[in-house]
């Protein structure tokens, strides 16, 4: 099962990276405004906050705008979860503007990821999500470990827009992390710096008198 939802995020991802991002212009008149391409590319950075500690995160995604107001969005984050582990995120995600006219638009966001986490046990303080899945041999635990599981990602935010092209997207993203009945969940904090590949408008167009 882990194996063909690898198959489906990766999948997903590679889908919108590779959706050609064409800007059209039209002298004159606004262009018609097509949503069938990868219009946006964000870098963002910020904290991770799990049960037991804080620590950096930082990723980039790629959009796919859908409609004026609904989008999709696959996402790559790294997460330092202190000395001796490591925490890697993919998810895709559908994005809601709840006000699409407006400059600074509230939105809101859901969707579905793989987490992969990697723990060094001698140096590691692991969540107990982890601990109880170390593998034990005849020595005790095994030095090394490392987990990949599904999660389901919820968040919100503000998209403001800097320019027609360039946007400032701080958010708050919950991913729940399942495996066998238990949840783990991990809390980001981050601010988004977005670019906008095709014009479409983030204001109503004023009509020439």
Known sequence: MTRAYVSLMMGAFLISAAAPAVAQTTQGTAPPTDFRHATTLSAFAGAAVDSSRTGSAFGGSIG??????VSLQSSGEWLDRGAGSDAFAVAFKAQADLFPTLRARPFVEGGLGLYHASFDSMAA????????RMNTGLNGPAETAAFTD???????GLSIGVTRRLMVRPNVEAMVVARHSRTYVVTTVAVHLAYRFEHHPVTPTRRAE
């Open 64 to 69: 796919w705008q859908l409609t004026p107001r």
């Open 125 to 132: 303080r692991m969540p107990h999500f982890y601990q109880t």
């Open 150 to 156: 599904p999660a389901c990602v919820l968040g919100g």
